[in-house]
């Protein structure tokens, strides 16, 4: 049992919902799974396999015994005597309000109900909801059952008891909550994710650049120095002994050169998405996606093992590794 919770349920079992329901499972709760794609079940098991995997590899003998999961047949049988509601269905914003008014339906008085949402309000989502103050947005980033971040989100009518009740929560998962202070589209991680994304995808409609040197770029370069000290604090250091304040003053200037494209979009045509799916497909290299999707874990390890071992408390995701990693042992000793 994690935080008080015995129980979660899972509305939504793709690959965010699969995800939430591995970290759920592997962390000794009992999860529930509803999702109508009657393929749903083949595709989290494939997860689920990736996520023990993982989970062996960084916490060992430390692991509790793992929460039974199951499927079930609705909305109602899936939260009925869960702790803790996690919706993630597709971004559709009516979609959203049917199903999250079926859980606000069907769960008790005082469950909290969480939506993965990539960018939809909270509030927008709370308006066919009786009891509106117990949800929020508990946004995961892929794969969820290995990413520490979670960004938490109220909306107008959200209960800051809701907020804080949350956070203990993924806490507990091993997760690292991150309140959003101001209600916003997209929220901060999507929000910078989505301005790379349109550079990347104007240097391939260019043609400066294929998908695969793209993404050479980011992992050879900034992306190693973004894991482990993001944005600012990696151009603190690009300002020398003076700090930010000379970094800013010397590069400062740069923002009103023609460098970027964010105001402006490509059009994703036909052509456009057949080159990146073309170059994309070479990039694979005939592996699958499981393979991808493996070999992508053991990166991520490797790195937030690194960082653990960097300083006292940890570094970063190491930090919250470490935290869980303790957590863990508390646990089982």
Known sequence: MTAGIERAACIG??????????????????????????????????????????????FGDDRPAPGALRFAGSVAEAVDGAGFVQESVPERLDLKREVLA??????????????????????????????????????????VYLLPL??????????????????????????KPVVVRKEIDAF????????????????????VATVEEIDDVIRYSFGLRWAQMGVFQTYRLAGGEAGMRHFLEQFGPCLAWPWSK???VPELDDGL?????????????????????????????????????????????GAALKDARQRLRKRRG
């Open 150 to 175: 979670v960004e938490l989100v109220a909306g107008r009518d959200t209960l800051p008891a809701s907020v804080e009740r949350a956070a203990e929560i993924y806490a507990s998962l091993g997760m």
């Open 188 to 207: 901060i991680g999507d929000r910078l994710q989505e301005a790379l994304w349109r550079e990347a995808l104007w240097l391939v409609r260019d043609g």
């Open 102 to 143: 079926e859980i606000d339906a069907a769960a008790p008085a005082g469950i909290l109900v969480a939506s993965s949402t990539s960018g939809l309000l909270p509030s927008d989502m709370q308006r066919d909801l009786n009891r509106s103050g117990r949800l929020l947005v508990g946004h995961p980033f892929n794969p």
């Open 13 to 58: 079992g793709g690959v965010i919902g699969g995800g939430w329901a591995a970290r759920f499972a592997l962390n000794g709760i009992d999860v529930a799974i509803y999702d109508p794609d009657p393929d749903a079940e083949r595709k989290a098991g494939g997860m689920l396999d990736n996520a023990e995997r993982a989970f062996a590899r960084l």
């Open 273 to 317: 998405i057949d080159t990146i799916a073309s170059q994309s497909d070479a990039q694979a290299a005939g592996r699958s996606i499981r393979e991808l999707e493996r070999l992508r874990d053991d990166n991520l390890i490797a790195i937030m093992e690194a960082l653990e071992r960097s300083g006292a408390a940890g570094w970063g995701a």
């Open 262 to 264: 964010l105001t402006d």
